[in-house]
């Protein structure tokens, strides 16, 4: 006959408390295999959704250089790998269904950057952020031409690429609009 509190019920004891951190460490072990193997598509899908939306005006800072805000969100598990933001004016800018009557061909200045991606807060959360372009990157007309004013019709285009982009513009999170420049 066994007495409470003997040798026996202390090790019974101890077994039965090993047995339950063994399972434990088990089951956090195999939940970080099926994160990290991907195998865990419930932690994937709740990143809330990357957007990219123009705020408000463009600010024309020189003739050469203007300033936009833009409020987005990204996340870090579908890292963005390219950021562009562009300027254009021109009274033949017109927006059409395949973006060809935005095309820098139809403006009178233009101004672009891709340096910006340092900037980006990609936390998951909604941002409000100011991105500038000019006429830095490669020679005109590449990079940029013409003479901003204050006033004119301007077309802003903002472009995310995350690294689950598929191709030349496949899954970009763009925002682009039409604002007045001041």
């Known amino acids: 006959m066994r007495r409470p509190g003997s040798r026996d019920d202390l090790l019974l004891s101890l077994h039965t408390m090993k047995e339950k951190v063994l399972r434990k460490i088990a089951i956090v072990l195999a939940a970080g295999a099926l994160a990290v193997s991907g195998a865990a598509p419930a932690l994937a899908s709740t990143a809330p959704a990357a957007f990219a939306d123009v705020v408000g005006v463009a600010h024309i800072t020189s003739p050469t250089t203007a300033e936009v805000q833009v409020r987005y969100r990204c996340s870090a598990e579908d890292p963005v790998v390219a950021l562009w933001v562009a300027v254009k004016q021109g009274a033949r800018l017109v927006e059409t269904p395949d973006q060809l009557g935005t095309s820098s ?78």
């Open 105 to 182: 061909a139809n403006a009178d200045a233009y101004a672009q950057s891709h340096r910006q991606l340092g900037l980006l807060d990609c936390d998951g959360k909604t941002h409000v952020g100011r991105f500038g372009v000019d006429q830095l990157e490669a020679p005109a007309p590449v990079g940029g031409f013409g003479t901003f004013v204050k006033g004119a019709k301007t077309y802003v285009q903002f472009c995310l690429t995350p690294a689950s982009s598929t191709g030349h513009y496949a899954g970009v999170i763009s925002g682009t609009q039409f604002v007045q420049a001041v």
